[in-house]
């Protein structure tokens, strides 16, 4: 069956340092690959998508991720975190293999402290 | 602001209650999505609509049910409710198209409360 995994639930950062949230799908073939991210009391807001081509996607606030095939991952990137980047960041899979047709399987998320 | 609503925000509920979740998709979006997030479960897929007609089930109990209407807002219907069913329902819509049928855009949910 179709799944994704966050091993880390939670990590904490200190503003200004780099940031690397690991992401591990499982899939028959290649996947739709997503990662939104969720504020406290508020909605999840799509940072960035995989579809096709190149590996390496740019999304919005400054994140980026990339695509590995022979890792199966789909890890979220950013060089410099800021203060407003806390929150709860989350990888979702989706594609035809997907009973269900057009949903998204999500993982179970990571939030993300920032220390001052 | 993604441009999907839902009403309410917040709703309180007593346990035997029947509750009704509304969300309206971004201008021109065809399907409609329900997700529930609960912290034992995580964001787990309920149903999706397209263009009126249900197309596909996940994790939906049968004490609840969905449609969408000729203007392609949402309801989700929650009925004889029980303290395991407080959550955030999220409602998401996209194009639909075979273009890009995945990119979801979510609202900012309803907190159901059941006590």
């Known amino acids: 069956a179709q799944s994704v995994t966050q091993p880390d639930i939670h990590i904490t950062v200190s503003e200004g340092a780099s940031l690397e949230l690991r992401c591990n799908y499982s899939y028959g073939a290649t996947p739709y690959l997503f990662w939104y991210v969720q504020s406290p009391g508020q909605g999840l807001q799509l940072l960035l998508k995989y579809f096709s081509g190149d590996t390496l996607v740019q999304g919005i606030k400054g994140f980026e991720a990339e695509f590995k095939r022979s890792q199966s991952s789909f890890n979220l990137r950013k060089p410099s975190v800021h203060w407003s980047d806390a929150a709860e960041y989350f990888c979702?899979?989706?594609?035809?293999?997907?009973?269900?047709?057009?949903?998204?399987?999500f993982g179970q998320g990571t939030r993300l402290t920032i220390n001052p | 602001d993604s441009g999907v609503t839902q009403t309410p925000k917040h709703l309180i509920t007593a346990t035997g209650q029947r509750v009704t979740l509304r969300c309206s998709p971004r201008s021109g979006d065809l399907s409609v999505y329900w997700y529930q997030q609960s912290l034992d479960q995580g964001l787990q897929f309920l149903i999706h609509?397209?263009?009126?007609?249900?197309?596909a089930k996940g994790n939906i109990l049968e004490r609840f049910s969905a449609q969408q209407f000729p203007d392609l807002h949402s309801e989700l219907n929650l009925s004889s409710l029980e303290l395991g069913d407080s959550a955030l329902y999220f409602c998401?819509?996209?194009?639909?198209?075979?273009?890009?049928?995945?990119?979801?855009?979510f609202g900012p949910g309803t907190r159901l409360t059941v006590t």
């Open positions: 998401a819509s996209s194009v639909g198209t075979s273009a890009h049928p995945y990119e979801q855009y």
């Open positions: 609509y397209y263009n009126g007609e249900e197309r």
């Open positions: 979702a899979v989706g594609g035809p293999l997907i009973q269900g047709a057009q949903k998204l399987v």
